[in-house]
């Protein structure tokens, strides 16, 4: 089986093991995951109130940051992108650049980043490395946007919150993330070892 990462996954598998040489736990955890997602053909179900309200809130968000930021016509892609070791599907993708849109849950979860000078999630880092890799662009913007949350999507205990009343410099939060050949080469390989670590579990159940 040709092993491929998500751009949104490659996070879980750059993290290093303890020993030097080996693949993390996180790396193994993932690639046993994506082995038996292949064997039985299901995908493991990761959905949450918070991959729904970046999923429902998307549109706009990106019509948000077109107004506030001075884009012209932000236009969400929907191209599906692979090479021999990365897949993905970038959120926009410009004459010069990647953006990638999150949508924080609320005003608590955006003040982890709204106060940050460099962009806090490693996750993310790696995503757009990959995006930009997979569509040659060499810079890239992660994008954290607040939206208001739907209604449904609220528990028991959370309050209906509004903030459109609130100044955009509070809701909109840009990264930036330059293109690196080496972090690129780092995937490549990384994804050269998981291939061998599935190779091994598949000659275990021979």
Not at 22 to 33: D, N, P, V
Not at 101 to 120: A, G, H, Q, R, Y
Not at 142 to 159: A, F, Q, R, S
């Amino acid at each position: 089986m040709k092993f491929k990462i998500r751009c949104s996954a490659i996070g879980q598998i750059m993290t290093n093991a303890k020993k030097k040489g080996e693949l993390s736990k996180t790396a193994k955890t993932y690639a046993k995951e994506w082995l038996t997602s292949k064997i039985f053909g299901v995908n493991k179900d990761i959905s949450s109130k918070y991959t729904e309200k970046g999923n429902r809130c998307e549109d706009d968000a990106i019509n948000y940051v077109e107004e506030n930021l001075g884009y012209n016509f932000l236009v969400k892609n929907e191209e599906y992108f692979q090479n021999d070791f990365l897949t993905g599907t970038p959120d926009l993708i410009l004459k010069d650049e990647i953006i990638d849109i999150k949508n924080s849950w609320d005003c608590f979860t955006m003040s982890n980043v709204l106060w940050e000078d460099e962009l806090p999630n490693k996750d993310y880092y790696w995503q757009l490395q990959g995006y930009m890799h997979l569509t040659g662009r060499k810079k890239a913007k992660v994008i954290y946007v607040l939206m208001d949350t739907p209604e449904d999507l609220l528990g028991y205990y959370n309050k209906v919150v509004s903030y459109q009343n609130i100044d955009s410099k509070y809701r909109i939060k840009v990264f930036e993330v330059e293109y690196s050949e080496d972090d690129v080469k780092a995937i490549r390989e990384r994804v050269n070892e998981i291939q061998e670590y599935i190779n091994k579990l598949l000659n275990k159940v021979k």
